[in-house]
């Protein structure tokens, strides 16, 4: 078995895609629209094999309170292969304005990340 794909819900699709596309390599699919259901998404591929699904629709709103922490979700991992590519892009990050939540370092069960934020507040652990 394994996880096919990931989804989260966005406010901005377009911009998220770019983040995705423009920092981690994704390749993204064609656009899906749903118009009965207002609905709109994008598959974004990862060399490796994993999927991840934006999707949009504008009745779907951001918790108005970040500090509250819900059981669900709570970030995604994704490996760059070194250590030195973990510094980097964290660093060509935090120089186009991205919140870095965590400073590059080894975790106490063995990691190497860091941890920033994209666009819209998600989590994301940059790892070997």
Not at 11 to 31: I, P, W
Not at 48 to 67: T, V, W, Y
Not at 98 to 112: A, K
């Amino acid at each position: 078995m394994k996880i096919e794909h990931i989804a989260i819900w966005v406010t901005d699709l377009e911009l998220m895609r770019d983040f995705y596309k423009t920092y981690f390599n994704a390749v993204s699919g064609n656009k899906y629209v749903n118009l009965s259901k207002n609905f709109t998404s994008y598959f974004l591929s990862f060399k490796e094999g994993a999927r991840l699904e934006l999707m949009h629709n504008p009745s779907i709103n951001k918790s108005s309170n970040p500090d509250i922490i819900d059981t669900g979700f709570a970030h995604m991992a994704i490996s760059v292969g070194t250590k030195q590519k973990v510094d980097s892009l964290t660093n060509e990050l935090r120089a186009n304005g991205y919140s870095i939540t965590g400073e590059p370092r080894t975790t106490g069960d063995g990691y190497y990340e860091s941890v920033i934020l994209d666009p819209e507040g998600n989590q994301i652990e940059i790892t070997i």
